[in-house]
């Protein structure tokens, strides 16, 4: 039987709980009930299917990502879009971070088995966000401000159930 994975960067609860204001106005006002079923985080490996009785060797590989760097903050500020009609994204944009973009390149070390590009940004809306709701949602969401930031001192392997549920933690710090 196949598996869901991915890796990901959690802040803390106070801005997960922030963020979900912004999916719970999706949900109600832009028809977008998907936006609810992840919590907020940045993702740093995107889903992979994978057999459960591979899930050692995944446990394997996430623990030997290198993770000898010092923890680090991510802010995140205003709102920021990809506008692609059949698949729109609305999410909180994170600064340019070159800390969480070498934690990224070490990650990709290790996990090298799909090619994607690394925009970091904590998802508010998506996969059923039509294009006309989109627009609206945009419209609104634009110049919206939201600012905060959050310390990283941990990255976590997840695996799909009915949701997502953590599987492995390894914390950040020099050895």
């Given at each position: 039987m196949k598996?869901?994975?991915?890796?990901?960067?959690?802040?803390?609860?106070?801005i997960i709980e922030e963020i979900k204001i912004f999916k719970q106005d999706f949900a109600l006002n832009f028809d977008n009930s998907k936006a609810l079923k992840n919590?907020?985080?940045i993702t740093l490996f995107p889903p992979f299917s994978r057999?459960?009785?591979?899930?050692?060797?995944?446990?394997?590989?996430?623990q030997k990502i290198n993770t000898?760097?010092?923890p680090f903050e991510i802010e995140l500020n205003g709102f920021?879009?990809?506008?692609h009609p059949k698949n729109p994204v609305v999410f909180v944009k994170s600064e340019t971070n070159e800390q969480l973009n070498d934690l990224y390149l070490r990650v990709k070390e290790i996990f090298n088995f799909i090619n994607y590009s690394f925009h970091p940004h904590v998802t508010v809306g998506y996969r059923n966000?039509?294009?006309?709701?989109?627009?609206?949602?945009?419209?609104?969401?634009?110049?919206?401000?939201?600012?905060?930031k959050f310390l990283v001192d941990k990255i976590t392997l997840l695996r799909h159930e009915e949701n997502?549920?953590?599987i492995a933690e390894k914390k950040l710090g020099l050895l």
């Amino acid at each position: 039987m196949k598996k869901m994975y991915f890796i990901a960067i959690y802040p803390p609860q106070k801005i997960i709980e922030e963020i979900k204001i912004f999916k719970q106005d999706f949900a109600l006002n832009f028809d977008n009930s998907k936006a609810l079923k992840n919590e907020a985080h940045i993702t740093l490996f995107p889903p992979f299917s994978r057999e459960v009785a591979s899930e050692n060797d995944i446990l394997e590989a996430f623990q030997k990502i290198n993770t000898a760097v010092s923890p680090f903050e991510i802010e995140l500020n205003g709102f920021g879009s990809f506008a692609h009609p059949k698949n729109p994204v609305v999410f909180v944009k994170s600064e340019t971070n070159e800390q969480l973009n070498d934690l990224y390149l070490r990650v990709k070390e290790i996990f090298n088995f799909i090619n994607y590009s690394f925009h970091p940004h904590v998802t508010v809306g998506y996969r059923n966000l039509t294009w006309e709701n989109y627009l609206k949602a945009w419209e609104k969401y634009q110049e919206k401000e939201y600012k905060t930031k959050f310390l990283v001192d941990k990255i976590t392997l997840l695996r799909h159930e009915e949701n997502w549920i953590t599987i492995a933690e390894k914390k950040l710090g020099l050895l």
